[in-house]
């Protein structure tokens, strides 16, 4: 699951003593509160209970716009280890979200739902999915793909949980060819293995090693 990955790159690089921004929260129950790090900040624009604390109840962009400009607890260049991404599943929003993240991030930008087990989890109609149900990645794949095409950072989804896409900031990778341009879902689940850089949650623990 995607607290899984996020728990062990804790674990594996900082012993748990780090500082985690997650964006997307709505259920702090299933991602949030499971992680395992000594520093955590929660931005969801939605609060679904009241009971639910969310340390800034705005859009990512305005959260992000706002740190900019030295109107929230950090500093204008504060970097956190670990960014967890789960919010607007749009294409656009997410780039924005990867743009962002990698600006504020010395560690680990981790990203949920760039899997998309099938068309219905996959097109950007979030009201044909409330009305249907069932899980909804939305076009978060066209994001991390984008992105994987152009970076210089070493990049790869872990095929579990809808595919948990990992940018890491202190390692090399080298750009993807875009050979999907209109971003078509039949070709790219043809080629998701390629344009995901997909590998098996044991591939991505042996590449992580937790220390005794």
């Known amino acids: 699951m995607r607290y899984n990955v996020i728990n062990h790159l804790a674990a594996a690089y900082y012993d748990n003593n780090c500082s985690y921004l997650e964006i997307g929260v709505e259920h702090p129950e299933n991602c949030f509160n499971l992680i395992n790090a000594s520093k955590k900040c929660s931005v969801d624009p939605q609060k679904t209970r009241p009971e639910v604390h969310i340390d800034y109840q705005m859009t990512s962009d305005e959260f992000f716009e706002k740190l900019r400009n030295k109107k929230t607890e950090f500093e204008p260049d504060h970097k956190w280890d670990i960014i967890f991404i789960d919010g607007l599943h749009l294409a656009d929003q997410v780039y924005r979200d990867i743009q962002n993240a990698i600006n504020h991030c ?25 009305e249907n149900g069932g899980a909804w990645c939305g076009t978060t794949w066209k994001a991390f793909y984008k992105f994987r095409t152009e970076t210089y950072l070493k990049t790869y989804t872990v095929d579990i949980d809808y595919g948990i896409g990992v940018i890491e900031m202190n390692s090399e990778g080298t750009p993807i060819k875009l050979d999907n341009p209109w971003f078509e879902y039949g070709k790219f689940k043809n080629n998701m293995t390629l344009d995901l850089g997909l590998i098996t949650p044991i591939q991505f623990i042996n590449d992580h090693p937790i220390k005794e």
């Open 106 to 130: 010395k560690g680990f930008v981790v990203l949920h739902d760039c899997g998309p087990e099938n068309f219905y989890n996959a097109h950007s109609d979030y009201k044909f999915f409330k």
